[in-house]
């Protein structure tokens, strides 16, 4: 709630900027152009914040957040910038058609409007390219890489259109000062992630320590940290790993698997999915890694109030729920803890002996197992993670007195939710990580 309403506060800022500027005479329609295009420019220099890691500032801190928001406001954005001279049109065409046509051949071979039709195309290019990233022939890295300059370039064409088209910018130039500015923060938040912050990263590399497979698709790789290295997290925290050379834009988000107690050693539970998940056997142990990180703002002390607490983990997402299950073994928690695991088959499950003794260990931690594929051991549920395994599975503890955590694939942690919200928990004691970035 608090990250939402300073979103909104920092959203509105040009827009209330926009009062202080003296302006011709113009219609209402002309002022609420000149708003919307005011909040649309605002949203657009937002994103970059959004996706800049910048977990020392609390509005961009919880990074889940942050990447469903930039998702979100990324869909609007595209439709608002599209429609862009849709609407500045529309008013010729509503004269007459031929108005309208002379109007928009007009524009076209404007030389002031050309900053304007070229960001207008990229931008329709660059959509295209993210809405279809999971079908492109194209390396996680050469496409993150390609839509960050992509839109970098985007807010070049656009800030120049805004300052030297936009009807403010004819009438003040301190406004015009305004989109530099917030052009030259966006430029500035990339320019840290990718050229200043491999430095730091540089003089303080991790050291790969073990890499070794834990079921027929996952691997358990290990690091260990400098010695004075000041790192920490909590469980269900994730960080940026790049076994390449810092800065290389080769860096990947993957959850911490390990407790606290390991330290100086973190271990990772990851999925061959990937170019670079699928050349972990390739890994070579002493090797330098880097690390940038922790990022996520899931923590156990949301659980601090809970009578039991429920994991749900799909694939891969079993890792940072592990961390949590080390975490509380650790501490001793005599609160109910259940773990539903959910896979495509049996012999995807990770770490099922460490697991087994965890249940021995822990006062009253259990483990339900779920398999798409049918298998023979007993007590696994044959299907998808759904309402009628949730339920079996939390007992008789009322609903609202459950915290939930989740993490796996979006469309597991949607529906998961959904069954949750029929159960009856509480929509505040349900948090999430989702495995796309």
């Not at 606290?260 to 090797?287: H, N």
């Amino acid at each position: 709630m608090r990250s939402s309403l300073a979103y909104l506060c920092l959203l509105s800022f040009p827009l209330l900027a926009t009062t202080a500027v003296n302006m011709q005479e113009k219609t209402l329609y002309a002022s609420f152009l000149v708003l919307f295009n005011c909040v649309a420019m605002a949203l657009f220099f937002l994103q970059f914040p959004l996706v800049g890691r910048l977990k020392g500032v609390g509005v961009f801190a919880n990074i889940n957040w942050s990447m469903f928001l930039h998702r979100r406001v990324g869909k609007w954005l595209a439709v608002i910038f599209l429609l862009h001279p849709v609407l500045i049109l529309a008013p010729r065409f509503l004269v007459s058609f031929d108005t309208g046509m002379e109007s928009l051949v007009a524009a076209v071979q404007a030389r002031q409007l050309l900053t304007g039709i070229i960001a207008w195309l990229a931008l329709l290019l660059w959509v295209l390219l993210a809405v279809l990233r999971d079908r492109l022939s194209m390396s996680y890295e050469v496409w993150r890489l390609t839509h960050v300059l992509g839109f970098v370039g985007i807010a070049a064409l656009a800030t120049l259109h805004v300052t030297t088209v936009g009807s403010h910018g004819q009438y003040e130039t301190w406004f015009n000062g305004l989109w530099w500015s917030l052009f030259a923060l966006s430029v500035g938040i990339v320019a840290y992630n990718y050229l200043v912050k491999p430095r730091a990263l540089q003089a303080h590399p991790f050291t790969l320590v073990g890499v070794e497979p834990v079921s027929s698709r996952d691997w358990q790789l290990t690091i260990e940290q400098p010695a004075g290295a000041d790192f920490d997290f909590e469980p269900g925290q994730f960080v940026w790993l790049n076994t390449d050379a810092a800065g290389a834009g080769k860096d990947h988000p993957f959850s911490i698997a390990s407790s606290r107690a390991s330290l100086p050693r973190l271990s990772f539970l990851i999925r061959g999915l990937g170019d670079f998940t699928r050349t972990l056997d390739q890994l070579q142990v002493g090797q330098q890694v880097y690390v940038d990180g922790p990022y996520g703002s899931i923590s156990l002390a949301d659980a601090s109030r809970a009578s039991a607490i429920l994991l749900i983990a799909g694939g891969a997402g079993i890792g940072p729920l592990l961390s949590m299950v080390r975490g509380l073994a650790e501490q001793g928690d005599a609160r109910p803890v259940r773990l539903i695991y959910g896979n495509g088959q049996l012999d995807q499950m990770v770490l099922q002996d460490e697991i087994a003794t965890l249940e021995t260990q822990m006062p009253d931690f259990r483990q339900q197992l779920a398999c798409l594929q049918a298998c023979d051991r007993a007590g696994v549920y044959q299907g998808v993670i759904d309402r009628s395994v949730i339920e079996r599975t939390m007992g008789s503890q009322a609903p609202a007195n459950w915290v939930v955590y989740l993490c796996g694939p979006e469309a597991m942690i949607t529906a998961a939710s959904a069954s949750l919200k029929d159960i009856g928990v509480p929509r505040r004691n349900v948090h999430y990580e989702q495995l796309s970035f």
